[in-house]
């Protein structure tokens, strides 16, 4: 049985973020189609979720599907749809059980009506869970999000709604689509790339990264677990001198 010590009352709740990467080389490597490999990935998705909550994880992101990603082979995008569609039509209602809040972040007006409104669905069904937080990044960009956020401030200080002078770090923060979701604790990237690949770059700032040499299709509690294991051993300091 996996454990893992639980995080006192008064620490805020850990929010993981993570590039889900290796699909296509975990499936090369067995001399697969790529479109299994992302199969293979759903199923690591599964068990994330659930050991995020055994593992009393507050918040998990994950990064799903980037604004880059459409420039992908025509057919496998589709395949990618296919998949998401797969995943929510049947995963909704356990995650719902489970106490799974579920939400998406990105540029929906890519995606396809009857995605929409599975993600509308999905987020309406779910809003009052509280066991997990669940973001999922789906045709999304850090620089578009910034970009939009910085379009959002411009239009408010056009229009007199907003002076100049008030804007902050906080202002900012308040329009990125990540709003309402602290800042991402660590970032792990799975198949031993170590960039983060346009992802959360503004709420990044002070993350851990821990890059794994697993494939995201072999991911699963034991490498959750590990990657905590290793956060929890580094010091963070903020900027402030360490080691006293």
Same mark, same amino acid.
């Given at each position: 049985?996996?454990? =893992?010590?639980?995080?006192?009352?008064?620490? #805020?709740?850990?929010? /993981?973020?993570? %590039?889900?990467?290796?699909?296509?080389?975990?499936?090369?490597?067995? !001399?697969?189609?790529?479109?299994?490999?992302?199969? $293979?990935?759903?199923?690591?998705?599964?068990?994330?979720?659930?050991?995020?909550?055994?593992?009393?994880?507050?918040?998990?992101?994950? =990064?799903?599907?980037?604004?880059?990603?459409?420039?992908? #082979?025509?057919?496998?995008?589709?395949?990618?749809?296919?998949?998401?569609?797969?995943?929510?039509?049947?995963?909704?209602?356990?995650?719902? +059980?489970? !106490?799974? +809040?579920?939400?998406?972040?990105?540029?929906?007006? +890519?995606?396809?009506?009857? %995605?929409?409104?599975?993600?509308?669905?999905?987020?309406?069904?779910?809003?009052?869970?509280? +066991? &997990?937080?669940?973001?999922?990044?789906?045709?999304?960009?850090?620089? $578009?999000? %910034?970009?939009?956020?910085?379009?959002? /401030?411009?239009?408010?200080?056009?229009?007199?709604?907003?002076?100049?002078?008030?804007?902050?770090?906080? &202002?900012?923060?308040?329009? &990125?689509?990540?709003?309402?979701?602290?800042?991402?604790?660590?970032? %792990?990237?799975?198949?031993?790339?170590?960039?983060?690949?346009?992802?959360?770059?503004? $709420?990044?700032?002070?993350?851990?990264?821990?890059?794994?040499?697993?494939?995201?299709?072999?991911? !699963?509690?034991?490498?959750?677990?590990?990657?905590?294991?290793? =956060?929890?051993?580094?010091?963070?300091?903020?900027?402030?001198?360490?080691?006293?």
């Amino acid at each position: 049985m996996h454990r =893992f010590a639980p995080k006192a009352e008064d620490q #805020p709740a850990l929010h /993981v973020a993570i %590039i889900m990467d290796g699909n296509g080389r975990w499936a090369t490597a067995q !001399g697969l189609p790529r479109a299994i490999g992302h199969r $293979q990935g759903v199923h690591a998705v599964q068990r994330t979720i659930d050991a995020a909550i055994a593992l009393d994880v507050g918040y998990l992101t994950l =990064f799903g599907f980037s604004t880059e990603n459409w420039r992908r #082979p025509i057919l496998e995008i589709g395949e990618l749809m296919k998949l998401l569609r797969f995943f929510l039509r049947g995963e909704l209602k356990a995650l719902h +059980r489970k !106490g799974v +809040r579920l939400r998406f972040i990105g540029d929906r007006e +890519r995606l396809a009506p009857d %995605i929409v409104d599975l993600l509308v669905e999905s987020e309406t069904l779910t809003a009052a869970n509280t +066991r &997990l937080n669940l973001t999922v990044a789906l045709s999304y960009g850090a620089r $578009q999000e %910034i970009a939009e956020a910085a379009r959002r /401030v411009a239009r408010e200080v056009a229009s007199g709604a907003l002076l100049p002078e008030a804007i902050d770090e906080g &202002l900012f923060a308040g329009r &990125l689509f990540t709003a309402d979701l602290p800042d991402p604790d660590l970032i %792990i990237r799975t198949s031993g790339e170590q960039r983060i690949s346009n992802f959360l770059l503004w $709420q990044a700032a002070y993350a851990e990264l821990i890059f794994v040499d697993t494939l995201w299709p072999d991911f !699963g509690h034991a490498d959750l677990e590990a990657a905590l294991a290793e =956060f929890r051993r580094r010091e963070r300091r903020y900027g402030a001198v360490g080691g006293q």
